[in-house]
């Protein structure tokens, strides 16, 4: 059988070239398709109305502006890193490590709450336990997997994957038999606004946290250096994978708006289940057992992208350099795995999250600037700036993508509520501060 391969100029890497493009792309998809589509449905109708679709569609088209950013960085420098490494690249070591630092926040974060998402509802369908239990159990478990290896942490993201989109594709088959018998309201699919906003405001407020559900593709930058011939494979796994995403999540918000009224959606800590309640055909547990699925398969993905974001970092020398060490036979960064398992462990042990949680579309939309700028910048680089394995057959986007993608962020940011553009600040104030730390260590 024939494999895909490396090509002969490919940079040299400690850590080990498994991912072919099937793999990356089902990592990419697996990481959107993650556990927040789940719960997200019914918030995004609180902001935008019945019609679900459109702040989806809105955000799927915001998101591949910048996801294209990305394919150009990612493919010019295969590395670990991936935003901190761009952003220090184009604007230096002191960017580059609040950059890193905001994703590296976002992604703890973000395991930590799926750590204790993982434990509440759905899990309860099955057994009932005490919720730190479950945490240390569950990340325990993700951190020993991740440190198998790149190639069995996405092999056991393929076949969460494939889980995860059976019960989305569920609930599109179960919203489409309920509007064939009658139980369904087309109509409530064009009813775009609430009694506060206009159908733009409205799009746009949905589209924030519609937005949200689209960005585990940056997290697939960290791995294009454990990834096989990245400047062909990168560019068509991303973007399949995200055209994929935007397909399923258009037609799952218009089969849970058709078939449940807004108001009972937008009620639910689980809107999905709803549609599953409403179609009365599908055992409540079989879907709440995909759901745990859903959620673990992205802390997974998210927990790989904060090690080996933590990992290059420290080879930057941004973060403590024992956060480089590798298993020898398993090439896989250990000392960042354990590091930001036990900082999302004591995240989740304290339970404090949900403050810092409603901070990660911000923090997010900071990088999301910072990576589409910097591939401007990075087109006017010289000998100073470019790295060993920039090359000329890299993939490349028209200037007008990157400047939209940055004013999206712009605009996105417009939107996001000022008690938690508060939040956010400081916590890049703290990431600042480190960050001078850092950059006069590394001028030292």
Known sequence: MQTEQSPPDAPATPLKRALTTPLLYFFILGDVLGAGVYVLIG??????????????????????????SYAELATKYPRSGGASYYATLAYGPFAGFVTGFCMLAAGIVSVAAL?????GTYLTAFVTLPAALVAVLFLTVLALLNARGISESTRANVVATVI?????????????????????????????????????????S????????????????????????????????LFGALAMAGFVYAAVGAAASATVPTSILTGSDGPLLEVVRAAGAVPEWLFSAIALVAVANGALLTGIMCSRLAFGMARERLLPAFLTRVLPRRRTPWAAIAATT????????????????????????????????????????GSGNRSAEGADDHFKVPAVIPVLGALSCVLLATQVEGAVWVRGLVLLAVGAALGLVAARRGSS
């Open 342 to 381: 036990a900082l999302s462990l004591l995240l989740a042990l304290t339970g404090d999250i949900e403050t810092l949680a409603a901070t990660l579309v911000a923090l997010l939309l900071v990088v999301f600037f910072t990576v589409n700028t910097a591939v401007l910048v990075l087109r006017r680089d």
């Open 43 to 68: 918030q995004v109708a609180a902001k935008s109305g019945g019609a679900v679709w459109v702040p989806l569609v809105v955000a799927l088209g915001l998101a591949l502006l910048t996801a294209a």
């Open 164 to 204: 995860e989109a059976s019960g989305l594709c569920l609930i599109i088959g179960l919203g489409v038999w309920l509007v064939v018998r009658g139980d369904g309201d087309l109509g409530r699919l064009t009813q775009l606004g609430t009694p506060e906003k206009g159908p733009v405001s409205a799009a746009l």
């Open 115 to 119: 750590a204790r998402g993982f434990a």
């Open 206 to 237: 949905g589209a924030v946290l519609a937005y949200y559900s689209f960005v585990g593709f940056e997290t697939s930058v960290n791995v294009a250096e454990e990834t096989r011939n990245p400047r062909r494979a990168y560019p068509r796994a």
